[in-house]
């Protein structure tokens, strides 16, 4: 591999590793905006794992705009990133498959000031190199486990 070659790799990664950044602030911060204009226009999400939807990027966006409403705070981190560049139409490196771990505390509202619902499990991105840089082409969401206060109403993942 040439130098050449093993900068704009690394520059990829760096784009990579920002755009699911930037994910995650757009869903912690309510930024709906900012979340449709990561995705392709094809782009997809799947929540069905956290008892979510699958759909498009905009309908996607609107259930997370009504259902996070729910939630004072918000905070994903998410962590062991393992990132996977492709190939599409003969040119290497225009996809990219991302796993992630994710933790998520999140604090119910009216329910002082520390988190109190606390998720964790895998995101699987899958990005594509576009005009306007990498974008998310879909995001699945695994969630493995909840913690939950009682009483909440909020069901619990087995």
Partial sequence: MTQRV?????MDRLAVDSLVTDYAVAVDDGDWEAYRKLFTPDGRADYRSAGGIEGDAVE???WLAESMRAFTMRQHLIVNRRVRFGILERDTGDTAQVQADYVNPMRLAGNGSAPDFVCGGRYAFE???TDDGWRLREVVVREKWRSVPQGSGVPVID
Wanted: aromatic letters at 0%.
């Fill in 6 to 10: 093993e900068l704009a790799t690394v």
């Fill in 127 to 129: 990005l594509r190199r």
């Fill in 60 to 62: 996607v966006a609107a």
